[in-house]
């Protein structure tokens, strides 16, 4: 995947795929196999994902997040193809209990694993239940659930 977002990459003269719009890459479509131009435009449009989820943020809006996020995790799924079922009905079912009302996506590194989920408190206790219903039924895995709560970063006193 790495070297064929290089060779989009080098088709349009740049060094990487963070310096070509989507717009740009939607005129040299024809130009790019298939493949690499989906590969292209999920780097591109999660780089622009991530500058909104960047805005959203700070606001405390969970439905931009929760588009996002269902967004981003389409693009890795259909784009460039990292997920796995058993991560998709994961998604699926956390994404049937928030509805609009925060966000889900796979994490890591590709492949299966892990997801994340970015919803308010009052959920938890029924994405637990659905997940101990569901998934295990759906995949035959169980999953381990992790409970984190953001914070301010470090930082530096001087």
Do not use: W
């Amino acid at each position: 995947r790495r070297y064929q977002c290089e060779q989009v990459a080098k088709h349009f003269g740049r060094k990487a795929l963070r310096d070509i719009s989507l717009e740009e890459l939607d005129t040299q479509k024809h130009l790019l196999n298939e493949r690499d131009f989906r590969r292209a435009r999920h780097v591109i449009t999660e780089n622009l994902r991530t500058l909104a989820a960047a805005e959203a943020l700070p606001k405390g809006d969970l439905k931009q997040m929760g588009k996002l996020m269902a967004e981003s995790h389409a693009s890795m799924r259909d784009d460039f193809e990292i997920t796995v079922p058993e991560i998709d009905t994961l998604v699926a079912i956390v994404k049937e209990v928030i509805g609009n009302q925060g966000g889900v996506r796979m994490t890591g590194g590709g492949f299966g694993g892990c997801v994340v989920a970015l919803v308010p408190v009052s959920f938890v206790d029924m994405i637990k239940t659905a997940i101990a219903t569901q998934y295990e039924q759906k995949t035959g895995l169980n999953a381990d659930i992790y409970i984190c709560h953001a914070t301010q970063g470090a930082t530096a006193s001087i």
